[in-house]
């Protein structure tokens, strides 16, 4: 970014970010990324900022992303591996693994995108929801 804008008080409109990090300057140790805007902002300006990041593990949390809108992912996975270890019979084994993968096939349909009937903007994949 300081290719593109060497000088940090020249300000405008931002058009481009990036982002930089982790640093280890003089006393001061950063772990997180930061974003940088080019050119510097000459005004506040209002945005909107989507990510990704590892949810924390449901064996600590108190409640996760998964266990509040998927609950039966968790359900019946936790029901494969309990019977496995008991070896149960394998007709129930394979009745809880078609469940579970019914359960995942909703969760990768959503995490796919493809419940997005309601998108607005053009360009998107849109597909019916059943």
């Known amino acids: 970014m300081r290719e593109a804008y060497p000088t940090p008080t ?25 974003f940088i805007l080019g050119p510097t902002p000459d005004a506040t300006y209002s945005a909107e900022l989507h990510y990704y990041y590892y949810p924390e593990s449901i064996t ?3 409640t996760t992303w998964l266990g509040d809108n998927f609950d039966t992912v968790l359900l019946y996975g936790s029901l494969i591996e309990a019977y496995t270890f008991m070896k149960g019979e394998s007709d129930m084994i394979g009745l809880y693994e078609g469940k579970y993968k019914e359960a995942l096939a909703l969760a990768k349909r959503l995490g796919d995108g493809l419940e997005r009937q309601d998108a607005y903007r053009s360009g998107q994949y849109r597909q019916a929801v059943t």
């Not at 931002?14 to 930061?34: D, M, Q, R, W």
């Open 10 to 34: 020249d300000t405008g409109t931002p058009k481009y970010y990036a982002l930089f990090g982790p640093t280890v300057a003089s006393s001061i140790i950063s772990n997180e990324l930061s």
């Open 60 to 62: 600590t949390a108190v």
